[in-house]
């Protein structure tokens, strides 16, 4: 794969792009056909600067990490002050200031109430792997208790949990990324999100069925993210508690997308007023500094492993579990959310996604228009070339990577109104002009 990044005539590639382009391979990509990545030369604000110069508006703050927009000075201060100590030290037998300091407040914010005793934090590095982490807490809990035979995960038609192999089982196995891979992946269970009476009834039957298999129940609350961005309300997950409780089987909530503001409240659980057994956290957790993710458990969840026999521990250790940078990272973050007012910027930004993009509901081929804190979609009929469609933004000065059939913006939360007024109204001209 080779060509230039730069559309500026003139301007010449880095001299890093060409030797290097042939010898990485890129995510979600044929690399035979896809369009050249653009070489990025630094980032500010919400805004990437690429080696020729051009500037672009970063409509999706790099997969929703960057909430607080890039290069914050607070979160650098951090990192590079943790740098200068200790960059890294494993965790197995060892323990450090920024990883215990974390996890405390990670455990203060997530219990929002008496009743939400969410208190025991595991890190990893991933959101995948914090996905693999909970489902193995799952199935172990009730291994722990002497239940044998509890191993299914029940999960949900258009849902995303991540890349690695248990996460793509429970992920929607028609409509994500994994259908190669259907062959190697578990069998999970399926089932629609019961949204109404029907699709309700259906889900209560599938588990009367088959409730003695189930160790857990794992869903993206709120919003299903990569799956499309399908949005359900909070009815949904206290439906989602209610039946959990019923059969006695662990709930999941996986967060990766939503916790950390983006959906309107620090975390959607929060918003929704029901309480997971199990949480699963990453991408915004370091303002999209450092890889860390993290899954926290329910005290009774904790309380399964805590044994004097070595065989109920649980034995899952990434490498770079809790590495100090990343944790230096999220500390600072979790400092921006204390004292600046994100909260009340997301419901800016909700504001003005909506006046932004409603004028795309009137053009053809426009399915639906959706806004959810932080999180707008237009829903298009279809989309004929993905990789053409991203190209037509790029064009028009801002970053934007369609996917599916769906337009999306998740931008960083410190967005100035201009950039974001360019992003909604690059994506209201594109969808006139037909995609």
Not at 183 to 204: K, N
Not at 274 to 302: H, W
Not at 405 to 432: E, H, K, M, Q, S
Request: overall charge neutral; aromatic content about 8%; hydrophobic content about 45%.
């Amino acid at each position: 794969m080779s060509g230039k990044a730069s559309e500026n005539k003139g301007v010449a590639a880095p001299t890093w792009y060409e030797p290097g382009l042939d010898h990485v391979w890129l995510p979600y990509a044929q690399m035979k056909t896809a369009p050249p990545p653009l070489a990025v030369k630094t980032t500010h604000g919400s805004r990437i600067v690429l080696a020729d110069g051009r500037e672009l508006v970063d409509g999706i703050a790099s997969w929703w990490t960057a909430c607080h927009g890039y290069n914050h000075p607070h979160i650098r201060a951090a990192v590079e002050s943790q740098l200068a100590l200790m960059p890294h030290v494993m965790f197995g037998g060892l323990v450090h200031e920024p990883a215990l300091i974390l996890a405390r407040r990670l455990a203060m914010l997530a219990q929002d109430s008496q009743t939400c005793d969410l208190d025991r934090v595991f890190f990893s590095d991933s959101g995948s792997v914090a996905v693999e982490v909970a489902l193995k807490m799952a199935v172990q809990y009730w291994r722990n208790r002497g239940i044998r035979g509890r191993n299914r995960i029940v999960a949900f038609t258009g849902g995303y949990h991540g890349d690695t192999t248990g996460a793509m089982a429970v992920s929607d196995p028609e409509g994500s990324f994994h259908v190669a891979f259907r062959g190697l992946l578990p069998e999970q269970i399926i089932v629609d999100l019961p949204v109404d009476e029907a699709t309700t009834a259906a889900f209560e039957a599938a588990l009367a069925h088959r409730a003695d298999e189930v160790a857990a129940i794992i869903v993206e609350p709120l919003v299903q993210g990569a799956g499309g961005m399908r949005f359900h309300n909070a009815g949904v997950l206290k439906t989602l508690r209610a039946i959990a409780d019923r059969y006695e089987i662990l709930l999941i909530f996986d967060e990766i997308f939503t916790g950390f503001g983006r959906t309107g409240a620090m975390f959607a659980f929060q918003e929704a007023g029901v309480v997971p057994d199990i949480l699963t956290l990453s991408k915004a957790l370091t303002g999209g500094t450092l890889p860390l993710a993290a899954t926290i458990a329910r005290r009774n969840v904790f309380e399964a492993f805590w044994s004097d026999d070595p065989a109920s521990a649980l034995m899952h250790g990434p490498t770079f579990m809790a590495n100090p940078l990343a944790c230096a990272a999220a500390n600072a973050s979790l400092d921006l959310f204390a004292r600046e007012p994100r909260i009340d910027q997301v419901a800016k930004i909700a504001a003005a996604l909506r006046a932004g993009l409603e004028p795309c509901r009137k053009h053809h081929g426009v399915k639906d228009v959706r806004v959810k804190g932080a999180i707008g979609a237009v829903e298009l009929e279809g989309i004929a070339d993905v990789n053409a469609l991203r190209q037509r933004f790029i064009a028009k000065g801002v970053f934007i990577r369609p996917f599916g059939n769906i337009v999306y913006l998740t931008p960083a939360f410190t967005i100035g109104d201009d950039d974001l007024a360019r992003l909604t109204g690059a994506i209201c001209r594109v969808v006139a002009e037909g995609c």
